[in-house]
């Protein structure tokens, strides 16, 4: 079990600064879904200033098509990282997407992040863990990204997930680096609607060994946060995954989201990561 709030395992991670990573758009919602949802690198580079002033250190990108449809196309992906990138300099990072959103397979993903290195990617250990790449396939995968010291955030939906990765971990198949893990909870709850109480299986089944960040659905997505700020976890929120104010109303932005955890952190006594932080913790660059 992970350390009680009161241990001084826990104490110590009062000073780590919260990490908070906004989603703007995710693989599916539309300006349809809510009117500023970014779908365009232009309003990606809005966004992602707004969101890095409310207290947002990284921005979890995702691209459509020209048709409007999910992407992980490498132009693509290089267009809409540079005109961010001229909207927030260096005071973000800019974490990728290789979300296969019934879109793309496996080797489509990889060959993607392999293509455009980028400073921070998210996997799904469960769309790249396949018999057509093995472990000799992720192997090699995940031992680049570590060579290039590519920060990355690996994606684990219960835990069944988190006990493969630890297993992967564990015989070397996945080396040593600074690995973050992202917590998706209540993506198979009724409603899909997310509840604190989710996080308790994921910390029962860590190790502590890694740093973790929580994300989820719902207008308890900022009582999730909050619930992962009291143990040492680091957040998630936006749009991709929720569109509601912790009292329920629709939020106006993505920026609101971002300051309902910024206020968490604050009355939990966290400090804010900036993205200097984070490229340190992690070796990204």
């Known amino acids: 079990m992970t350390a009680s709030p009161t241990s001084p395992a826990m104490a110590s991670q009062w000073a780590d600064p919260l990490i908070v990573t ?3 758009n995710g693989a599916y919602k539309q300006p349809a879904d809510h009117p500023t949802v970014p779908i365009t690198p232009a309003t990606l580079a809005t966004t992602a200033k707004a969101c890095l002033d409310a207290g947002a250190a990284m921005l979890h990108m995702h691209i459509r098509d020209a048709q409007g449809r999910h992407s992980l196309d490498v132009e693509g992906y290089r267009e809409a990282q540079r005109v961010v990138r001229q909207a927030v300099g260096d005071a973000m990072v800019i974490q990728i997407t ?3 959103a019934g879109v793309y397979q496996a080797p489509a993903q990889i060959a993607m992040v392999e293509a455009l290195q980028p400073e921070a990617v998210s996997i799904g250990l469960r769309e790249v863990d396949k018999p057509e790449i093995g472990e000799a396939g992720l192997q090699r995968f995940f031992t680049g990204l570590a060579q290039r010291r590519t920060m990355v955030q690996v994606i684990l939906y219960d835990v069944a997930d988190l006990r493969r990765w630890q297993a992967l971990r564990a015989s070397g198949v996945v080396p040593d680096a600074p690995w973050f893990l992202l917590f998706v909870l209540g993506r198979y709850s009724a409603g899909q609607t997310s509840s604190p109480r989710d996080l308790l299986p994921f910390l029962n089944a860590h190790d502590g060994n890694e740093p973790w960040a929580v994300c989820a659905f719902g207008a308890a ?5 909050a619930a992962a700020a009291v143990f040492g976890g680091h957040a998630r929120v936006g749009f991709e995954n929720n569109l509601l104010c912790k009292d329920g109303s629709v939020a106006p932005d993505n920026t609101t989201l971002v300051r309902q955890a910024v206020e968490a952190a604050a009355a939990l006594g966290r400090p804010l990561a ?6 340190q913790r992690f070796g990204a660059g």
Not at 274 to 279: E, G, Q, S, V
């Open 22 to 24: 906004v989603a703007p």
């Open 98 to 100: 290789s979300e296969a």
């Open 221 to 225: 997505e900022n009582a999730c946060v």
């Open 274 to 279: 900036t993205a200097a932080d984070i490229r």
